[in-house]
C-alpha cells in the first residue's frame, strides 16, 4: 500500500492522507480527510500582501484541488468551521463514493445529495482479502515478546481459538484468578486499576493476564472490550507450561514487571503498544541508589531517567521546580536537543531509577511529544515568579551556547530585560519603561545582527529558520512598544509574558540549539 500525505491549512493538523494500493482491477484509492477547513472561510483569508496573516490566491485554489481529487472512497469531515470542511464543498466531487463524518445531527437533505453515511460498525471493501491476517498478525506480535524462540514453538501458541469480544465486554476482572491469556489482535482494551487510578488504553498485540501465569495473586485491575475485539485466547497452564519448557521463566517475569511498572506511568502507558513497550523494557538500565548522592542518576549519554520507586525534586539552584514521585522523568533536554540540562536532580530518599538511552526512544513520536510537553511546563515554571526566589530574568552559567561574544551579549540583554521587568513592575511612569524598553530593543536588533553573522560563518543548517524567529521577535516587541507609546498598558501582562519567551525562551531553546550544532 502506498501513503500520500497531502497538505491543509488547519489550526490543529496540517495533513490529510490518500492511501492506495493495486488490485486485479488496477489501483484503489481512498482519501482519509480528517482536518479540513471549510473553504468558504479559507477564501476569506485570501490576500495579496505577503507580509499579512493570510494565504494566497494561488493556494486557495491548491488546496481546493487537493480535496476534490478523484478517488474511489473519501472519508471527509464536514462539521463546518475551521477544523472541519463542509459538505457542500464536495457537490462537484467525481468521487465514486463520499462518506460524510463529524456530524453532530441528522444530515439535511442537501448534505444527503452528497455523500452517504456509515454506521458503526459498516465496512467498504475496495480490495476483498483473501489472507488470514489475524493470525499473520499474532505470530508477528508473539516473535516480539519471544525473539528468540523457534518457530514451531511459536505456532504451538498460535494452535489456540481467536475469539470475537463485544464491546464493553470485561475480559478479565480485578480480583479474579483467570484461567486464559489474552493477545490482542484487534480493537482496543481498557485497564482498569481501582485502586491506584490508573487507566490505559490497550491495542493491538497486548497480552493481557500473562503476568498472572507466575503469580500467586489475583489480576490487579480490570480489562475491558472498548470496542469490537479479536484476540487469541491461550489457555494460561498451557502459557506457563510454553514459558518453562523455553526456560524463560526469569526472563518474562522480568519483561512483565518492567511493562507493569510502565503501565503506572504517562510516558510509556497511554498510546504505546506492547511491542514497543517491551522494546523498552529490554533496553532499559537499572540505576539502583542507596542513598541521596547518586551521580549515576545524570550520565552523560542522552536518555530518558524515570522515577520508579523513591521520591526526588528537580531543582534550579535553591529553587524546587518540580517534585517528582514514582513514574516522574528527567533528562528532557538532552534527549530533545543534546543540550546540557539546566536543571539538577536531588533524591530525597533511595530510589530505583530506569534509564532509557535516547537511540531506542528516538522512532516513537507519541514519547517524543510528551517529552516535549513536559520541557515546555517546566520551562514555564521556570519562568513563573511565584516559583522562583530570584529575578526569573537572572543569568545562569547553563546559558551559555559556547561563543564568548554570543554569551556576553546574551548576560547584557537578561540584565536589560530585568530593569524593563522591574520597571513594569513597579509601575515607573510611562517614559522610564519607553527609555527601557527601546534601549533593550536596540541592543537586541544589534545582538540579533551581530548573531547571525557567527551563524552564517559556522554555516548553521537552521540560520534561515532563526532569522525569521528573530525578525517576528522584533515586529511582536515593536508593536508593543507602539501600543505604550499610545498610553495603551491594559495589555502590561502578555507583553510580561511575550518579553520572558523573548529572552529566556529564545535563548534557552532556540540560542542552544546552535550551541549543541558546535559540539557535534
Not at 500500500?1 to 494500493?21: D, G, Q, Y
Not at 539502583?288 to 520507586?309: F, H, I, N, R, W
Request: hydrophobic content about 40%.
Amino acid at each position: 500500500m502506498e501513503v500520500k500525505p497531502v497538505f491543509t491549512p488547519h489550526p490543529v493538523e496540517n495533513t490529510i492522507f490518500i492511501f492506495r494500493s493495486l488490485s486485479g482491477k488496477g489501483l484503489k484509492t481512498f482519501g482519509h480527510f480528517a482536518d479540513l477547513t471549510d473553504l468558504s472561510l479559507l477564501k476569506k483569508m485570501i490576500t495579496s500582501d505577503q507580509t499579512a496573516p493570510g494565504i494566497s490566491a494561488e493556494l486557495f485554489e491548491s488546496v481546493k484541488e487537493n480535496y476534490l481529487v478523484e478517488l474511489n472512497l473519501k472519508k471527509v469531515d464536514v462539521g463546518g468551521g475551521m477544523i472541519h470542511g463542509n459538505a457542500s464543498d464536495f457537490i462537484k466531487d467525481k468521487t465514486a463514493k463520499i462518506l460524510l463524518a463529524h456530524i453532530s445531527g441528522d444530515f439535511t437533505d442537501g448534505q444527503k445529495q452528497i455523500g452517504s453515511g456509515a454506521p458503526f460498525g459498516m465496512t467498504d471493501i475496495l480490495i476483498p482479502s483473501h489472507h488470514e491476517f489475524t493470525r499473520s498478525s499474532a505470530y508477528i506480535y508473539l516473535k516480539s515478546y519471544f525473539p528468540n524462540i523457534s518457530h514451531h514453538f511459536i505456532e504451538m501458541l498460535l494452535n489456540n481459538p481467536i475469539v470475537n469480544i463485544n464491546p464493553e465486554s470485561i475480559i478479565i476482572k480485578n480480583g479474579e484468578i483467570p484461567e486464559h491469556v489474552y493477545l490482542v489482535l484487534t480493537g482496543n482494551i481498557e485497564m482498569l486499576n481501582q485502586s491506584s487510578g490508573i487507566k490505559n488504553i490497550l491495542s493491538a498485540g497486548a497480552l493481557i493476564g500473562d503476568y498472572l501465569a507466575f503469580e500467586e495473586a489475583p489480576a490487579e485491575a480490570t480489562f475491558r472490550a472498548m470496542s469490537f475485539s479479536q484476540m487469541l485466547k491461550i489457555p494460561l497452564e498451557f502459557y506457563r507450561e510454553f514459558i518453562l519448557k523455553n526456560n524463560l521463566k526469569v526472563e518474562i517475569r522480568e519483561l512483565n514487571r518492567r511493562r507493569r511498572i510502565f503501565n503506572r506511568t504517562g510516558i510509556f502507558a497511554d498510546g504505546i503498544s506492547s511491542k514497543i513497550q517491551n522494546k523498552i523494557a529490554q533496553a532499559i538500565e537499572i540505576i539502583e541508589c542507596e542513598g541521596t548522592q547518586c551521580a549515576a542518576s545524570s550520565k552523560d549519554s542522552p536518555g530518558l531517567y524515570l522515577l520508579v520507586s523513591g521520591r526526588a525534586r528537580i531543582m534550579l539552584e535553591n529553587d524546587i521546580i518540580e517534585n517528582l514521585e514514582p513514574g516522574g522523568f528527567w533528562g528532557e533536554t538532552r534527549l530533545l536537543y543534546n543540550m546540557n540540562e539546566l536543571f539538577k536532580i536531588k533524591l530525597l530518599e533511595p530510589s530505583v531509577i530506569y534509564f532509557a538511552p535516547r537511540e531506542i526512544l528516538t522512532d516513537i513520536p507519541i514519547i517524543y511529544w510528551k517529552i516535549r510537553e513536559v520541557y515546555e511546563r517546566r520551562m514555564k515554571t521556570m519562568l513563573n515568579p511565584d516559583f522562583v526566589s530570584k529575578s526569573i530574568f537572572k543569568w545562569y552559567e547553563d546559558y551559555k551556547v559556547g561563543i564568548a561574544e554570543i554569551d556576553e551579549q546574551h548576560k547584557k540583554l537578561i540584565v536589560m530585560a530585568d530593569i524593563l521587568y522591574k520597571n513594569i513592575i513597579t509601575n515607573k511612569n510611562k517614559t522610564v519603561i519607553l527609555n527601557s524598553l527601546k534601549f533593550l530593543l536596540d541592543y537586541t536588533n544589534h545582538h540579533f545582527s551581530n548573531e547571525e553573522i557567527i551563524m552564517g560563518n559556522k554555516k548553521y543548517p537552521e540560520l534561515d529558520k532563526h532569522k525569521k524567529l528573530h525578525v517576528q521577535l522584533i515586529e511582536q516587541i515593536s508593536m508593543f512598544e507602539l501600543k505604550f507609546e499610545k498610553n495603551n498598558f491594559e495589555i502590561i501582562d502578555d507583553f510580561i509574558d511575550l518579553l520572558k519567551e523573548w529572552i529566556i525562551g529564545h535563548i534557552l531553546t532556540e540560542d542552544r540549539k546552535f550551541s549543541a550544532y558546535l559540539k557535534r
